[in-house]
């Protein structure tokens, strides 16, 4: 029986355990540089099997928060050197979230205060992004509306994660997670309800719709090596205003076999009780069955609900986000069933210090 605490082999990386460190942005990057309290947090946290960081954005155009890393300029690239070398030297693993946030952003965040972009041009209803308000202070902002990206223009966005993932492992990382979940771009252009494209990159046709995101996967595989690349999705998404539409499970099914044949590190699902609740375990199982490498599933997981996944095959990987925020040494906690702590809500996204790096090791 395979437990949460063994070894894995993810794709000729050796893993200590199954445990996974859920990406989570924490907005303290003042300068999109990642610094010293950064290399910290991560180090405390090296416990787990594999980190992968909160989302680092691949361009200017890709940003849609204030205080979120970057992983496209020479100083970003710096300060996650010093990020790798500390988690490494605590004996951990560590991927990079690759993201662009697409339609989710603000005219405040973009170079020359232009719209954000997306598949169509239609806005996020109903959502916020942390961005500079008309005063010229950050706050809540409701998300622009989107211009429409022209087919000519995406090989440059792919281009962009090319870049980004040459620069993680210029700056140690172990490899790179592309950001396809969450209502995020790739999400964006996948999803059949918002992507009404009439173009070779939209509509109808399943085909059409993962064009994009597959392109940039086989892309960054190009660059850094396959064994390198993992992706997230989260189908049947409803944040950030995300629709159903017609072919859903259809949809990312393909997606998942499109992906299986391209020898990647792994395929990340953030949001398995949603799925759970929308559509039920049995699209777990499907998506199992469809995609033949490592797959990473995350979502309100505890010690026993992971235990259950692994031993019933649904999971290679079990991947905790919330409770590593205030249980740096989660994996410890967790073999020893020692208790939890809880984290402050109030201090996941922004300021400094505290509720970052000041979480202590659990003592008897
Ligand atoms: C503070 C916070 C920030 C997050 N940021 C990201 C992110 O940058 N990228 C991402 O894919 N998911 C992000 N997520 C989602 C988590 O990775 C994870 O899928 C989700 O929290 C469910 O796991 P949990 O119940 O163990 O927390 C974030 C979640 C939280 C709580």
């Known amino acids: 029986m395979s437990t949460l605490f063994d070894r894995h082999d993810l794709a000729g990386l050796a893993l200590r355990n199954r445990i996974v460190m859920a990406p989570m942005t924490r907005s303290r990057a003042v300068t999109t540089v990642p610094d010293a309290l950064t290399a910290t947090y991560y180090a405390q946290r090296a416990g787990a099997g594999l ?32 990020v790798t070398a500390a988690v490494h030297a605590e004996g951990g693993a560590i991927f990079a979230q690759i993201w662009h946030v697409g339609r989710l952003s603000h005219t405040s965040l973009q170079p020359g205060e232009r719209a954000p972009v997306g598949p169509v041009a239609r806005a996020a209803a109903g959502v916020q992004a942390f961005a500079f308000r008309e005063d010229g202070t950050p706050g809540q902002m409701p998300v622009s509306v989107p211009r429409a990206l022209a087919a000519a223009e995406l090989p440059g966005i792919t281009a962009d994660f090319v870049e980004a993932a040459r620069n993680a492992i210029e700056a140690g990382f172990d490899g790179v997670e592309i950001h396809g979940a969450n209502g995020y771009l790739f999400e964006q252009f996948v999803n059949g309800g918002l992507n009404t494209r009439d173009d070779a990159y939209g509509g109808a046709e399943i085909a059409n719709r993962l064009r994009f995101v597959l392109e940039t996967v086989d892309a ?4 850094i090596g396959s064994a390198r690349v993992g992706i997230r999705l989260s189908p049947f998404n409803r944040i950030f205003d995300m629709p159903a539409f017609e072919g859903e499970a259809e949809t990312w099914l393909a997606l998942a076999q499109a992906l299986s044949t391209r020898g990647l590190a792994y395929v990340h699902i953030s949001n398995r009780g949603a799925i759970v609740d929308t559509v039920g375990e049995d699209f777990l199982r499907a ?3 469809a995609y033949g490498g490592t797959l990473v599933l995350a979502g309100n997981y505890t010690r026993d609900s992971a235990e259950a996944d692994l031993e019933a095959g649904l999971a290679d990987l079990v991947a905790f986000g919330r409770p590593f925020i205030a249980n740096p040494d989660l994996v410890e906690r967790l073999r020893n069933d020692w208790p939890l702590a809880e984290g402050d809500s109030a201090t996941f996204y922004g300021g400094g210090a505290a509720g970052y790096v000041d979480y202590p090791a659990y003592r008897a």
């Open 220 to 223: 960054v595989a190009a660059a």
């Open 51 to 82: 980190i992968v960081t909160e989302g680092a954005q691949v361009s200017e155009q890709g940003r849609g928060y204030l205080f979120t890393p970057g992983l496209h300029s020479k100083a970003q690239v710096a300060g996650w050197k010093d």
């Open 287 to 289: 998506f199992r069955n």
